[in-house]
């Protein structure tokens, strides 16, 4: 029997948006793909979310952002997560995001970004490889 330790996600909805079947369905479908994976709910605030992060030790953290704050709110999640000493933690992002934003997201630090109507594979798949790429 495998006892390696599942990959451990955190998802999260930043902000005062009050979407989140988008990032249930994200939740489901990696628990589902063989994920450990834990829903904070909506309206959580950029430190709400790194202390969640740090008290669950997971391994990546997923923002779903539909508000169209997702510049301030990532970089503020980001910026929490290395005050708490975590800000090696692979952080990807979800949602309603234009394609001219991308770039600056990952330039903050995002690994990857995820628009609407993404292939829960292809997030799992990503996750898993960037993960297997980081323990080589």
Do not use: W
Not at 9 to 23: C, E, F, T
Not at 31 to 56: H, K, M, S
Not at 96 to 105: G, N, S
């Amino acid at each position: 029997m495998n006892q390696e330790r599942k990959i451990k996600i955190l998802v999260a909805k930043p902000g005062l948006d009050g979407h989140d079947r988008g990032a249930k369905v994200v939740a489901y479908g990696l628990r589902d793909a063989g994920f450990e994976v834990i829903y904070t709910g909506l309206r959580q605030t950029p430190a709400q979310i790194a202390n969640a992060a740090v008290q669950e030790d997971v391994d990546v953290i997923g923002l779903s952002i539909l508000s169209g704050a997702h510049l301030s709110l990532v970089q503020r999640v980001i910026q929490n997560l290395r005050e708490k000493g975590v800000g090696e933690k692979m952080v990807i992002v979800g949602g309603i995001i234009p394609q001219e934003d991308v770039a600056r997201l990952k330039e903050t630090g995002v690994a990857e970004v995820f628009i609407a109507g993404t292939p829960i594979k292809t997030i799992a798949d990503f996750i898993k490889a960037k993960k297997e790429s980081k323990q080589s």
